[in-house]
């Protein structure tokens, strides 16, 4: 059974198709990159697999599951967004923001307990980060800043990881030291990920499968098939098309 099963998903905003008959699956342990040009749907997708929006055609299906099944397996993804800015003297430590992530289970009003601050070290110490916990997270590089976020997924003990951008406001080496994370935490853990980003060369070189979408599912395979003429088509398929 795949973990993430999508069939002809469909989305419209008006008149404007989003997302036109999206048919993949994403089977246990894969990592996979999800690529596109802006407009092409892909938050839109992410947003659906998320739970936050509903499709219109077609289903979704996390862990054999539909969202409207319980929780439809979303308490098994663990979700990092785009990496936000931080002001230096942003308050917040590298802990405080991983044990973030425990608050669906703790509860808004109730402080975690000691079981939670030990797995927020763990899930630091997963991303190499154990010796940043104390550090102010404006104070921290970009990259450290995506492994705190990125340890705020992994403290709830997710199967599934999905990633917004996981690269984008990092520097070069940054980028290569969250993809050899990702990559890790996979073959360590289990996990399956799917991340979304601009950057195909760095999604050729670390990334099981290729997904490209632009509003259609333009390519579905491996990077050795994504040829750079297969990117110029996949890009430029849909130029009307809206996120």
Known sequence: MPVIEVRDLGFRRGRRPILDAVSFDIADHELVGLIGPNGGGKTTLLQILLGVLKPQAGSVRLFGRS???GDGGRAQVGYVAQLKAFEPDFPARARDVVLMGTYPEVGLFRLPGRAHYRRALEALAAVGMADRAGRPVGALSGGERQRVFIAQALVSHPKVLILDEPTSGVDR???????????????ESGLTVLLVSHNVSLIRTHTDRILCLNRELVYNGTSAGLTDAAIAQ?????PGSAA
Do not use: F
């Open 173 to 187: 080496e940054g980028e290569e030291a969250v993809m050899d994370l990702l990559v890790r935490l996979r073959k």
């Open 67 to 69: 969202p409207e099944e």
């Open 234 to 238: 996949a890009y430029h398929a849909h």
